[in-house]
C-alpha cells in the first residue's frame, strides 16, 4: 500500500518517489484509490504555501503564488485536462474528432478561454474565503473534488482505445471502493460546519453528475482528460459554494 501511494504522488504530483519494485499495470490502477488523499497532501502543502506568502504580502498576491506553486507541484495536470476537454468537445461534432482534439498537445481557443474563466474564477473565490481565514476550504476542496471525481469512473466507461498514460488509471471502479476511499477526508470534515459540508456535497455531486450525462452523450464515457476537467469544475464549485455559504 506504501509503494502504490508513493507510485500515485509520483504520477500525481512532481514529488520525488522511489522506483516501485513490482511496477505493473495493476498498481498503477491502484493509485487511483489515493486521489482524495494526493489531495489532502496537495492542499496541505499548497496551505502552507499561502501561509508562508501571507507573513509578507496581501492575501491576493499569497493565493497567485500559491495557486503558481500547485502548478509546479501538480504539472499543471488537472488544469491540462480541463483545457484540452473543452478543446475537444468544443472543437469538432464527430466522436472519433472529439478524441483526437483532446490528445493534440497544442492549446486551442476553446482551452484557452476555459483555462483563463477556471483560473480567474478560482483565484478570485480564494482570495475572499482566505480573507477572512477561511484556510480548510483548501484541504476540503482539493481532497473532495478528487473524491467526487472518481464517481465518473463508476458511473462510466473509458473510451480511450489508443495506449495512452492515464488507461492502467482510469479503469472503473466499485461504489465500495470509492467509497473507501474517501474515508481519509474524514478528520477534514468534522471540522466543517453542517450545513456548509452539505451544500458542499450537494453541489459537487451536481457538478460530477451534469459532467457524467454530458461525456456519456458527446464520447460516450470518460477520458483522463475528463476526470481532469471533473476534479477542476468540482473544485471550484466547492469554493463558490462555501463562499455563498458564509
Not at 469538432?92 to 476555459?114: C, N
Amino acid at each position: 500500500m506504501i509503494r502504490d501511494f508513493l507510485l500515485a504522488v509520483g504520477f500525481f504530483t512532481r514529488i520525488p518517489v522511489p522506483d516501485h519494485p513490482n511496477y505493473s499495470e495493476q498498481a498503477m490502477n491502484n493509485t487511483s484509490y489515493y486521489f482524495p488523499l494526493i489531495g489532502l497532501l496537495v492542499g496541505a502543502l499548497n496551505l502552507l504555501v499561502f501561509w508562508l506568502s501571507a507573513q509578507l504580502f496581501s492575501v491576493s498576491i499569497a493565493v497567485v503564488l500559491s495557486l503558481g506553486f500547485s502548478f509546479l507541484l501538480t504539472g499543471g495536470f488537472h488544469e491540462d485536462g480541463w483545457a484540452d476537454t473543452f478543446d475537444g468537445l468544443g472543437g469538432a461534432f464527430e466522436r472519433s474528432r472529439k478524441l483526437e482534439i483532446m490528445t493534440d498537445s497544442r492549446l486551442g481557443t476553446y482551452g484557452s478561454l476555459a483555462l483563463f474563466f477556471i483560473l480567474g474564477v478560482k483565484a478570485l473565490a480564494l482570495i475572499e474565503l482566505l480573507s477572512v481565514n477561511v484556510l480548510l476550504v483548501v484541504l476540503v476542496a482539493h481532497g473532495l473534488s478528487r473524491w467526487i471525481a472518481m464517481l465518473t469512473m463508476v458511473f462510466c466507461d473509458y473510451v480511450r482505445v489508443e495506449p495512452n498514460k492515464a488507461k492502467p488509471v482510469a479503469q472503473k471502479i466499485s461504489v465500495f471502493k470509492w467509497f473507501l476511499s474517501g474515508l481519509v477526508l474524514v478528520p477534514a470534515f468534522l471540522f466543517v460546519h453542517f450545513a456548509i459540508f452539505g451544500t458542499l456535497i450537494v453541489a459537487s455531486l451536481a457538478v460530477c453528475f451534469i459532467w457524467i450525462l454530458i461525456l456519456k452523450k458527446q464520447l460516450g464515457g470518460y477520458t483522463g482528460d475528463t476526470l481532469g476537467a471533473i476534479q477542476q469544475s468540482v473544485e471550484v464549485a466547492i469554493y463558490l459554494s462555501w463562499l455563498a455559504c458564509i
